[in-house]
């Protein structure tokens, strides 16, 4: 009896653990929303409608954000709002986190993302990505910038955002480099704010924008790694979508209006701390997707 009781509870126990985490997990957000087989709408359908669902950020700014009366408003969402004025329709604003931007196209739940997205080798196997309106590469931020190279990140914790091109980056090139990672930017500047890590790496454009509105913070590696770029992207196989993205964003390489958006939401937050030639594109990269 007292044999079959021990058996009984190592029974009960098992299943607890199971229940309630004890078997580890991947990585990623349980949030996420299922792949969608259907096919992503058509420009028509979206000019039907009456409304084009594009996904962003809502805690990244300069570049998507929301303001205190509840409006998006940064660099992306200059672009998206010119993109609904093309079509004709309303423009609805979907909130998503890096870590799972892509899932949000794959269901469906958006026709177009817009959220800060850096084109990799990686992600053109989950996506079809237009023509670019930004390069990028990546920063290191830290406390008055004292962290001025990859070496002195040895014994240090890095805080990242998970699905960001500074996760695959460190994991690859510097797995020497304890990450600490985040769902969400916010609660990734959070930590760094809070000193549960050393430095913040990011694209170098928003760890700028980030130390100019933090006082004590620097950036001490404002590059590192390849000069990359970032376009808006849509479901893999949308080619109607994405032909007619293409076209938008050729007709405003021709208005000079990157260079515009950049002076309305990025100078304000930059300064004199960069150039709209750092970091705007107005016109189609040599070799780009080829």
């Not at 009960?12 to 709408?41: F, M, Q, T, Y």
């Not at 992306?76 to 998503?96: F, H, S």
């Not at 920063?139 to 500074?166: F, M, R, Y």
Request: charged content about 30%; overall charge negative.
């Amino acid at each position: 009896m007292k044999k079959l009781t021990t058996l009984l509870l190592i029974a009960i126990l098992s299943l607890g653990l199971v229940a309630c985490g004890g078997v580890p997990e991947e990585e990623g957000n349980a949030d996420a929303p299922a792949a969608d087989s259907k096919a992503a709408r058509t420009v028509q359908e979206i000019k039907d409608s009456g409304e084009i669902t594009i996904g962003v950020f809502a805690d990244k700014k300069p570049f998507g954000y929301v303001d205190d009366k509840g409006d998006y408003q940064g660099y992306d969402i200059a672009l998206g709002n010119r993109i609904g004025e093309e079509l004709g329709v309303k423009v609805n604003y979907i909130p998503v986190e890096a870590a799972s931007r892509v899932e949000y196209l794959n269901a469906n739940k958006i026709d177009l993302l817009l959220a800060n997205f850096t084109v990799t080798d990686e992600r053109k196997e989950q996506v079809d990505f237009a023509l670019p309106y930004m390069k990028v590469a990546l920063g290191v931020v830290s406390p008055d910038g004292n962290i001025t190279s990859v070496e002195q990140l040895k014994d240090k914790t890095l805080i990242i955002s998970k699905g960001t091109t500074a996760e695959t980056y460190f994991t690859k090139e510097h797995p020497e480099v304890k990450l600490q990672k985040y769902d969400q930017y916010a609660e990734a500047y959070g930590a760094l704010l809070d000193g549960r890590g050393d430095a913040m790496s990011t694209d170098n454009t928003e760890v700028l924008a980030w130390a100019v509105e933090n006082p004590g913070f620097d950036v001490g590696i404002k590059n590192l790694g390849d000069v990359d770029y970032i376009a808006p992207a849509v479901k893999k196989g949308n080619k109607d979508l994405l032909d007619y993205v293409n076209g938008v964003v050729e007709k405003l390489y021709g208005e000079g209006f990157f260079t515009k958006a950049y002076q309305d939401t990025l100078a304000p937050t930059y300064g004199d701390a960069a150039k709209p030639e750092d970091m705007v594109v107005e016109e189609k990269p040599d070799g780009y997707l080829e």
